[in-house]
């Protein structure tokens, strides 16, 4: 029967999310009995006037006690009034200081500015977030208690602004991608984490040899967490906490979504096993009912289709009621569409997308 190939294929990925719902409830948490550390939180800001004056309102209203954290913004070349709000901050916020990077003969981009402001950097613990990103009052505190003695790593949960379905569709994707992230650090198989909820301790970044000594990568976090877990010295958390859960802005345009999509996509080619293992599945699985739709039984199709539905939207669910956002599970058909068509299409943006675009850059 030819729909045994799809039913197989659908076991597999029934069984990959049970595996990562599993991950989520091992999930446990840690808090420091020691006293707050000094952290450091960094930005790095490109172009970005419109965004930084919330973005660093939300760092100013911590509850963090101000004498024990500094804002560094690096602004990256902008060519708009960046420079000005840093200034307008810093006058008014004495733990707020910025800088205009320079080039450098070892990186470029981000992880550029990144290293120039770690390099500043006074905190035995470092934050970093985006400029187009605002945080809860409680994002300081609540990630600087994670790092017990052994800890090394903190990641974070991101969603996005979402009001429309274009912008609701985009949150839900973040929260499926990094509640597999969350899942699989759980189960000992961690992947990455996204760098605008970002968080380690100098002394790792320290070991080894910060963003000059790793491989340039176009997802400079993805690199930055895979050199901390290969010195074996650091253990990494990954909470689903609405503490520490940070705030983007989404895509505007389908045009720069899809320039996203490819920058991410390009950094996953340095993924893990346990990575490529979760993409193919979910690979197989949409291009199965995709193929089994045109040529084959569509009952059998539409059933595979529903029940591979229900699983996403119970992984989904399980996260965004951690988040205290279920209101967002409103987008989910829309998101469905969404995620089915850019799987499908992520190989062939990835290998013949050619160079990626960003902020203004070419990689």
Not at 248 to 265: A, D, E, F, N, V
Not at 319 to 338: D, G, K, M, P, V
């Amino acid at each position: 029967m030819p729909e045994l190939d799809l039913v197989f294929i659908a076991i597999l990925y029934f069984a990959q999310v049970g595996i990562l719902l599993l991950g989520l409830r091992r999930a446990k948490d840690s808090t420091s009995s020691v006293s707050a550390p000094f952290v450091s939180v960094v930005v790095a800001a490109r172009n970005e006037e419109n965004n930084l004056p919330e973005c660093l309102n939300s760092l100013a209203h911590q509850t963090y006690p101000t004498d024990k954290f500094e804002i560094i913004v690096a602004d990256d070349a902008s060519t708009d009034r960046t420079a000005a709000i840093c200034v307008q901050y810093e006058e008014t916020h004495g733990n707020m200081k910025s800088f205009v990077t320079v080039e450098s003969p070892d990186l470029r981009g981000k992880p550029n500015a990144l290293a120039q402001a770690i390099d500043r950097a006074q905190g035995e613990v470092v934050l970093i977030t985006d400029a187009d990103c605002t945080v809860p009052p409680t994002w300081i505190e609540a990630t600087a208690n994670r790092f017990t003695p052994e800890v090394g790593l903190v990641g974070g949960i991101t969603l996005q602004h979402s009001e429309n379905a274009f912008q609701g569709m985009q949150s839900l994707d973040w929260a499926y991608i990094l509640g597999v992230a969350a899942a699989s650090a759980a189960l000992g198989k961690p992947l990455g984490s996204i760098g605008n909820n970002l968080s380690f301790r100098k002394q790792a970044y320290d070991e080894v040899g910060g963003y000059r000594k790793i491989q340039f990568s176009v997802t400079e976090d993805y690199s930055l967490v895979q050199a901390i877990l290969g010195t074996k010295h650091w253990k990494f958390l990954y909470p689903i906490d609405e503490k520490v859960l940070v705030e983007s802005q989404p895509c505007p345009t389908l045009r720069s979504l899809i320039q996203q999509k490819h920058r991410w996509g390009k950094g996953g080619l340095d993924m893990k096993f346990w990575g490529f293992v979760i993409m193919t599945v979910g690979f197989s699985m949409h291009a199965a009912l995709l193929w089994h739709f045109v040529w084959y039984s569509f009952a059998t199709t539409g059933a595979v289709l529903l029940l591979k539905m229900i699983a996403d939207y119970i992984f989904l669910y399980h996260i965004l009621a951690r988040l205290n956002r279920t209101h967002e599970i409103r987008f989910f058909y829309w998101f469905e569409i969404y995620y089915t068509l850019y799987v499908l299409a992520l190989p062939f943006l990835v290998f013949f997308g050619g160079k990626v675009h960003w902020k203004g850059r070419r990689y």
